[in-house]
């Protein structure tokens, strides 16, 4: 079955440490993969895409992600959190037969100080 | 740009009263998805709208749940009569079309007593 995955439910991070958050994805051809960030009450922003070319990704607030064929993955990476980093983030993909987001199933991160 | 509009922010009802949600969209954007994020989830697609009409609309509740956009701009989600269950977040998105991504507004946070 088609399908997203985001293996982590929740995340804690101490502020300055890095942070990767995974995502696989099961489809038959290679779909366009998102990242998005959710603060509490707030609607989903945008932080990077994938649509071809170069597998490393850069996005918004310093996140980037890598896209690897092989293990069907779009990782998000940041080298250093800052405490505004805590939010739900969510991996998403489309395809392009219909272009309908479908999203995984979030992944919480906590930031400590 | 100006983003994508929804009201109202929040709304309480009791279980089998009816409520209605707008979504004003990116203008331009000939696109509309309405999506539900139930607590701990990831948005689920409801109904799609390319211009005026539905394209998908196979998520859609159709005993309870109802909506349209008119001229292909505004677009209005509809539940009557409402459940405990459908307490969420309800999320309007614009696209311009294709791989392009979407715009989120800020959701409506529906809790249903």
């Known amino acids: 079955a088609q399908s997203v995955t985001q293996p982590d439910i929740h995340i804690t991070v101490s502020e300055g440490a890095s942070l990767e958050l995974r995502c696989n994805y099961s489809?038959?051809?290679?779909?366009?993969l998102f990242w998005y960030v959710q603060s509490p009450g707030q609607g989903l922003q945008l932080l990077l895409k994938?649509?071809?070319?170069?597998?490393l990704v850069q996005g918004i607030k310093g996140f980037e992600a890598e896209f690897k064929r092989s293990q069907s993955s779009f990782n998000l990476r940041k080298p250093s959190v800052h405490w505004s980093d805590a939010a739900e983030y969510f991996c998403a993909v489309l395809l392009s037969n219909d272009y309908k987001l479908s999203f995984g199933a979030g992944t919480t991160v906590t930031v400590r100080a | 740009e100006a983003g994508v509009a929804q009201s109202p922010r929040y709304k309480i009802i009791e279980k089998r009263q009816s409520v209605a949600f707008w979504c004003n969209p990116i203008s331009g954007h000939a696109t509309l998805y309405w999506y539900q994020q139930i607590l701990g989830q990831g948005p689920k697609l409801l109904i799609q709208f390319q211009n005026n009409g539905v394209v998908d609309d196979s998520q859609l509740p159709k005993d309870r749940f109802s909506a349209e956009r008119l001229k292909g701009v505004d677009s209005t989600l509809k539940i009557q009569p409402a459940k405990l269950e459908d307490s969420a977040v309800y999320l309007c998105a614009s696209s311009p079309g294709g791989n392009y991504g979407y715009t989120f507004g800020s959701g409506t946070r529906l809790t249903v007593v």
């Open positions: 994938y649509f071809s070319g170069d597998t």
């Open positions: 489809y038959g051809a290679t779909p366009y």
